[in-house]
């Protein structure tokens, strides 16, 4: 168990909806990080926030948006969806502000676009 | 071309041999490398780290960074059913800009009893 908790699990929608993914960090850490995987792009930067500021963007959509809560919480909000968003997006939490590469991953929420 | 390159696999091998996984990377900037093993249905878990050039072993793992040539290995030997999963290579830079790791799209390994 890595400490870092993701909700939901799994999450099934369709076209144009929005969802909401949640990430409680471990306790102590004050960076929060987004992923996206999928079978054909690998594990992909999303957005990173560090207490509660947007510390790094990578590869986010204009229709995905993210926040980190003044309890450290993050939410990523995605928007309009299309079938290409389908993919399991991965929060991670770090104490640091510059990654060093030990980041704790949660499990995970599986989303799947009808 | 991605920043970080991995052989996909899948990679099938018998209990007890020797694993070699491999990437290549392709910024100079890159100081940090990190082996990532995902199971199945889970997130990623850092397996390996080393700073710059040079091994780094740990157990049944030996992690080698040549930057010269920009390739990052992870050995696993006398292999065990339990290594089976899938292996994620990744790198990040130093200094500004660099907060966020690039990673391989993995290798999937199976270690067969």
């Known amino acids: 168990d890595s400490g870092v908790t993701q909700t939901p699990k799994h999450l099934i929608t369709a076209t144009g909806q929005r969802v909401t993914l949640r990430c409680s960090p471990r306790s102590g850490d004050l960076s929060v990080y987004w992923y996206q995987q999928s079978l054909d792009q690998g594990l992909q930067f999303l957005i990173q926030?560090?207490?509660?500021?947007?510390?790094a963007k990578g590869n986010i959509l204009e229709r995905f948006s993210a926040q980190q809560f003044p309890d450290l919480h993050s939410e990523l909000n995605l928007s309009s969806l299309e079938l290409g968003d389908s993919a399991l997006y991965f929060c991670a939490s770090s104490v640091a502000s510059q990654t060093t590469g030990e980041l704790f991953f949660g499990e995970g929420s599986r989303l799947t676009v009808l | 071309q991605k920043e970080v390159e991995q052989d996909p696999g899948p990679l099938s091998v018998p209990e007890g041999a020797i694993v070699s996984l491999n990437c290549t990377y392709s910024?100079?900037?890159?100081?940090?490398f990190m082996w990532y093993r995902q199971y199945s249905r889970k997130g990623p878990e850092l397996l390996m780290y080393?700073?710059?050039?040079g091994n780094k072993e740990d157990g049944r793992f030996t992690a080698q960074v040549d930057k010269s040539s920009k390739y990052i290995s992870l050995f696993i030997r006398d292999s065990q059913p339990s290594d089976s999963a899938t292996y994620l290579c990744a790198s990040a830079g130093s200094g500004a800009g660099s907060y966020q790791l690039t990673f391989g799209k993995g290798t999937k390994l199976s270690v067969i009893p």
């Open positions: 910024n100079s900037a890159f100081q940090y």
């Open positions: 080393t700073y710059s050039s």
């Open positions: 926030y560090y207490n509660g500021e947007e510390r």
